[in-house]
């Protein structure tokens, strides 16, 4: 069953919550992570910090392309959004929804609403990209239409003495 949330803009005042979710949501599907548990903690931050950091770069590159999932005054999910123009592709680095709201539906409105968003600024075509063994995202996504291009794989190597 669908969960009746609102979907908003996003806000300033909503990006602690948004770093919060992030954290929590990326637990076990975040490359930084994956990266951390192989070589330890890199420079001066973990992964969940470094991870709440790519929503900063969301609010910088698209803010006008944020949106989050709201129900009873309180922030259960977000997805942000990019549009390249000039090949008509919409894109979307992040999706997130709390622990105890997953599940019922939330992610799918939001992609929806992300989709809609695209196509109402004129793009063709929508991205998503997720890791191979985050079977829920990838469940989704095909659920949704998303079809499956090609796979990427990510090589990480330690400089100097490393």
């Known amino acids: 069953m669908t969960s009746k949330v609102e979907i908003r803009p996003y806000r300033a005042a909503d990006l602690p919550a948004l770093h919060e979710i992030t954290m929590e949501a990326f637990d076990g599907v975040s490359i930084d992570q994956i990266i951390e548990r192989r070589y330890g903690l890199l420079g001066d931050s973990d992964w969940k910090t470094r991870k709440a950091g790519h929503i900063d770069d969301d609010v910088r590159r698209d803010v006008d392309g944020m949106f989050v999932a709201e129900q009873d005054g309180q922030i259960v999910g977000y997805i942000t959004t990019w549009r390249d123009v000039v090949a008509g592709i919409g894109h979307i680095p992040n999706l997130a929804v709390r622990e105890g709201y997953r599940g019922k539906g939330i992610g799918r409105q939001m ?6 968003f695209f196509e109402a600024t ?41």
Do not use: K, P
């Open 111 to 116: 992609i929806q609403h992300g989709l809609d």
């Open 122 to 162: 004129g793009m063709t075509h929508a991205r998503i990209e997720t890791l191979a063994h985050n079977e829920a995202g990838d469940h989704l996504y095909r659920s949704m239409g998303f079809t499956e291009i090609t796979r990427q794989i990510h090589f990480v190597r330690a400089l100097g003495d490393g």
